[in-house]
């Protein structure tokens, strides 16, 4: 029985009576690292909304009667995205009144019903997408992404996969996360680029930081030269004058280091800064 509907009178209980886990160890450490990849990149991909949750190795309840279904990674959509300063314990449904809209469990070498037990039950629960990545897998496709049509799961081709009612792609690709190059599951966007890793994301903003520095210092150099060859050939410039100067764009300062060979006066230099 899956319970969708929450009834004060019934005194079922909360998140805070029942345990957060099934309190059995991961077999390995990607069952942790692979779906708490995507929740870091996701958190910075939606860093606005807060309407959605992802859970890695959470317990979620649907059955008061029954323990939780623990599975490797879980993100639900339309859920608040904090229920309150100490976060939540566990996932229940008939108090978070939504299911989970997309499902990971990572394979490892001992099987836990991945491809037919675990799908049977998030199908007959009703969770949109189900993802299995097994990279143990030599022969068959690691990446396995199945959406639910008509209450049964149907296997979506090629890779990255696209996911229309989430707005995202999910595929693998070799990268570095924590220190550890190997092939882990990224978000991707719809023209099939992955969004980058903490890891990328820094040495990205890194690169833009030397080349603003670099930019920056590229035009105040220019600046510099274009002042002293201004003083040279008209004088002493105004203070008005300079701070208009000091305003220009780079591609402004080089069409004035051009024209100010035809200037003769400060007059000439005046009437330029007035046409921009």
């Given at each position: ?26 077999d ?37 009667n029954e ?6 990674g879980?993100?639900?959509?339309g859920?608040?995205?904090?229920k ?10 008939w ?8 499902v990971i ?15 049977d ?13 097994n ?26 996969v696209w ?26 966007d ?8 903490p890891?990328?994301?820094?040495e ?9 520095g670099?930019?920056e210092?590229?035009?105040?150099g220019k600046?510099?030269l274009?002042?002293?060859?201004l003083?040279l ?16 764009t780079?591609?402004?300062l080089?069409e ?21």
């Open positions: 029985m899956i319970l969708l509907k929450y009834d004060p009178l019934a005194n079922l209980p909360t998140a805070e009576d029942l345990p957060d886990s099934d309190d059995k160890p991961v390995n450490e990607l069952q942790d690292l692979v779906p708490g990849l995507l929740k870091i990149i996701l958190a910075s991909l939606w860093r606005d909304r807060m309407d959605w949750f992802f859970g890695v190795d959470m317990g979620i309840y649907y059955d008061p323990p939780a279904i623990v599975p490797d879980f993100l639900s959509i859920v608040p995205r904090i309150s300063e100490n976060l939540r314990l566990s996932y229940v449904l108090i978070e009144q939504k299911l989970p809209t997309l469990e990572v394979v490892s070498h001992k099987r836990r019903g991945e491809y037919s037990k675990k799908k039950f998030y199908a007959e629960m009703g969770v949109l997408y189900y993802v299995v990545y990279p143990l897998r030599k022969r068959k496709p690691r990446l396995e992404v199945y959406r639910l049509e008509n209450g049964q799961y149907t296997l979506l081709p090629g890779e990255p996911l229309p009612d989430i707005g995202l792609g999910i595929g693998r690709k070799r990268v570095t996360h924590q220190g550890v190059n190997r092939e882990w599951l990224l978000w991707y719809i023209n099939g680029q992955p969004y980058p890793t890891e990328e994301q820094v990205i903003s890194r690169q833009q930081g030397q080349q603003q670099r930019q210092g590229i035009q105040q600046l510099e274009i002042l002293r060859l003083r050939k008209l004088g002493e410039i105004n203070m008005i004058q300079e701070a208009r100067i000091k305003q220009l780079i591609s402004q080089d004035l280091g051009i024209q100010l060979f035809n200037f003769l006066e400060l007059s000439d230099l005046d009437q330029w800064l007035q046409k921009l």
